[in-house]
C-alpha cells in the first residue's frame, strides 16, 4: 500500500470511530476557552489514527490537535485534526471532517480530508493534483475576487490581537462572504 492510501485509509477509519458518536450527546473537554473544546469523538478518532500510524510507521512524529506532538524525532510528521469542525459535530450538524496530512521536515508531501457524512473525500498529492473520490477536481477560474465567495473561520476570540492579517478590511471587500 503506498503512502496516500494508508493516509486515506487512516482517515477513513478516524471516520467511522467519529461517526459512532455523532449524533448523540457529549461529554465536552474544554480546552481553555468556552468555545474550544473535544468531544469523545474527538478523541476517539484521534486514538483510531494515532494507533494506525505508530503500528505502521513508529518512527515518525504526530501532531494532533488533541495528543499535540509526539516527537519521535522522525524525518516524516504527521498532522491531524481528529474532527475539523468539532463544534458542528457537537451539535449535529454534518459540516465537519477527518483531517491527515504529512510533512517531510516542513514541505507538504499529501493531504486527505475525509467528511465521512457525506461520504465524501479529498485529497492532495504533492505534484500530483487534487481529487474528490477518485475525480480530479481544479481551482476554479475566477480571477476578479470581488466575484468569489470568501469563507473562513475566525480564531478564537483571544486570538484575534494576535493575528497580523487585517481581516475586517479585507473582508469588506467581498459582498459575497461567509464567515464562521
Known amino acids: 500500500m503506498d503512502i496516500l492510501d494508508f ?27 468556552l468555545s474550544n473544546f473535544a468531544t469523545e469523538g474527538d478523541l ?19 501532531l494532533s490537535e488533541e495528543m499535540g506532538l509526539v516527537d519521535n524525532s522522525g524525518e516524516y510528521t504527521w498532522v491531524v485534526d481528529p474532527i475539523d469542525g468539532t463544534v458542528a459535530f457537537s451539535r449535529r450538524l ?7 496530512s504529512l510533512f517531510k521536515g516542513d514541505e507538504p508531501i499529501l493531504g486527505v480530508i475525509n467528511f465521512p457524512v457525506f461520504k465524501e473525500m479529498y485529497w492532495c498529492e504533492k505534484n500530483k493534483g487534487a481529487f474528490l473520490n477518485n ?3 481544479n481551482v476554479n477560474t475566477v480571477s476578479d475576487l470581488q466575484k468569489s465567495l470568501v469563507a473562513l473561520e475566525y480564531s478564537y476570540a483571544d486570538n484575534r490581537p494576535k493575528q497580523k ?5 479585507f473582508l469588506r471587500n467581498f459582498p459575497g462572504m461567509v464567515s464562521y
Open 94 to 100: 454534518p459540516l465537519w471532517g477527518i483531517a491527515i
Open 165 to 169: 492579517f487585517p481581516f475586517d478590511a
Open 135 to 137: 475525480k480530479k477536481i
Open 44 to 62: 476517539a478518532s484521534e486514538k483510531v489514527i494515532y494507533d494506525i500510524v505508530r503500528k505502521n510507521f513508529p518512527r515518525d512524529n504526530f
Open 7 to 33: 493516509a486515506k485509509q487512516a482517515a477513513e477509519e478516524g471516520g467511522k470511530a467519529a461517526l459512532s458518536y455523532f449524533n448523540k450527546e457529549h461529554t465536552y473537554h474544554h480546552k481553555g476557552h
